[in-house]
């Protein structure tokens, strides 16, 4: 029902669905066509519904990040845009999120894993130039956060966004960790995998270069934590992370590849 509202407000109930949450801009819009007030309020409260069941359905942060962007001045784009993710959804009604752990925490003979899979995408916005940040944070291999923005910084190359990425993906695996030790202590690791080389190595070794001195060493945090042994970094290939669902839009075979990762299992509801 909650679907049905949208696709009623939005007109578009009973029609044709689509295979991928949306299509990336081939450019950046030379004189847009600004909604009116109605069409603007309602741009706004389809937004609104679909920042609601983002933490059910893992797979449309990033669709869902880029509408919102545009709330305060929406154009015809972006209606089109918030129409397409509407289709997707449409004939995906029946994606279930579900966890299912592998293991019972009070079983565990071993130090328990918060593994953070995290991505970019570098200069992905054709206006701003920013790029994005894809998160995605595993507890016994059960997805308790998936999640899409875009960075406050500019970065200079695709490395340097990888890490800004994974400073914001291991900030949120810190929340985690320290929450499991406040209430069960037991012994927590956190474990960031990312498909960068140039953002692990960065990462991973002590200081800046005279490529990377130019980076706040705020954003550098990440080097003690590797150093204090409180965090460690893998580098895993490209095709295998899930994290990437988070940062553009994907065709349909590849963002099927993703949805078991993500949680996302289809199961056709009895009505």
Known sequence: ??????????????????????????????????LNTEEHARYRGLVGKLQWIVPLRTEIPFATKELARSLQTPTTKCWGSLKHLLRYLMGTT??????????????????????????????????????????????????????????????????????????????????????????????VNLIVKTDSA???????????????????????????LVERGLLVIKKVPGPENCADVGTKYLSSEDLNKHLQALGLEECLLEH
Not at 124 to 146: A, D, E, P
């Open 94 to 187: 029946h994606y279930v999120f579900v966890l299912r752990p592998d293991a019972r925490l009070a079983d565990l003979r071993r130090p328990l894993d918060v593994v953070v899979h995290v991505d970019s995408d570098w200069a992905g916005c054709l206006t701003t130039r920013r790029s994005t940040t894809s998160i995605v944070v595993k507890i016994l291999n059960c997805v308790i956060l998936s999640a899409s923005r875009t960075q406050e910084t500019i970065a200079l190359s695709s490395g340097e966004a990888e890490l800004y990425a994974m400073g914001s993906g291991t900030a949120e695996g810190l929340f985690a960790v320290n929450f499991i030790k406040e209430i069960t202590q037991a012994k």
């Open 1 to 34: 029902s909650y679907y049905d509202e949208m696709f009623t407000q939005a007109d578009i109930l009973g029609g044709k669905s689509l295979s991928t949450p949306g299509v990336k801009a081939k450019a950046a819009e030379a004189q847009p066509d600004y």
């Open 198 to 224: 140039a953002g692990k190595s960065i990462a991973t070794r002590f200081g800046v270069s005279k490529r990377t001195r130019h980076i706040d060493t705020r954003l550098l945090y990440l080097q003690q």
